[in-house]
């Protein structure tokens, strides 16, 4: 029958004491060149700030300048003293690699990664760097291997979600987009919803070395220091932490980045009226009506799910009275759901919707079935955990006009 253990299935087309829950640990998954014993390929490493990540032996040289550039952005918006994990993979290897399993550990490399932060790790952003003799193969708009290593992340935080209770999702470079936006691939047409693509870098696709990327690390540090519920392009949090934002070599305000949005990616961009360069949304690789087509809902959903497991594994194994039935005593069924509803709503107040009118709203609806038999079944049954969403406003309409004027 399998360990006992607890089931927590992601539903899709339903729109006092706190825990600490990492919603902002990071991890970052980078092509490196090994910094003699101080920083080696393959080994897991937390860092808190640019002042470690010098001591690793990471600067800005030729063979670790996008390494550094990427932690120097996240640490540029996220702040020194924000957890971030690390690990250096071999130059030789693809992204695709570093999401595909080794036949003898029987696991990803990027699990190592996870793994060693003990499932905190709410997302992972790339920063892809190959050797200098890497041709990438451009096949819809962007290398072939962005392409390749999508199932494969999915695959891996849709099994580690369920085997270890710990959600993430990934964060994309769009490599070596060839700037063509028409032939580029309709993102929306595709069901990863724990994949994210950015286009667009703070350097020029000419620079030296060329900046073949785009900055994760920005979109991550900006991640990182806001609540779940927050857009990272939310204006009211300000300018990204950058002075410039190409597509190749064009200025991300010269570039119809509306075309890059329709089709699902995340990029930069300007408002009129303010400095500064914001991110256009956040998006994930799924079709718009998807309930997780966007990352703040892909986070919030996670949070409660952690939150959710850790309300109800004090309950696994647990025995209680039941009905002549063998059903939960009623009783019993409302403490398990006030456990459940306090753990998410307690620790997300801000982050979900609710009736304002209602004192004990917390945003979170719980019922457990009391029609199962628990007795014959060793199983209790939830018939409803939902959470209510924040509502965003992406669109704003304005009947701007004079006043009549009355006689």
Partial sequence: MGLP????????GQLGQYLDTPDGVFGLLASAAAVSTTFV???PYMVRGMSQVAALGITPSVDNYVLYKALKEFYAEAGDGTELWLMGLAKTTKVSDWFTVDVITGKTPAEKLLDAANGKLTMLFTAFSPTGTYAPVITTGIDAD???????????AENYTQNRYAPFYTLFEGYAFDGNKTTVKDLLTLDYDRCQIMLGDTERRTATPPSKGAATGLLAGRKAKTPVNANPARTRDGAVNTLTAFILDIQAELYDVAALHDKGYVSFRNHTGRSGYFFTDDPTVTPVTDDYHYGTHRRTIDKAYRLAYGALIDFLLDDSTVNPNGTIDVMVAKTIETAVISAI????????????SDPKDLGVLCVVDLT???????????????????GYFRYIDVPLGFVPITN
């Fill in 41 to 43: 390929l393959n080994t």
């Fill in 146 to 156: 962005v392409w390749a290593a999508l199932p494969l992340a999915q695959t891996l």
């Fill in 372 to 390: 199962n038999n628990v007795t014959s079944s060793s199983r209790l049954k939830l018939s409803k955990l939902q959470i209510k969403p924040r």
């Fill in 345 to 356: 709503g307690n620790n997300m107040k801000g982050e979900l919707s609710i009736d304002t």
């Fill in 5 to 12: 253990s607890i089931n927590i299935n992601f539903q899709n």
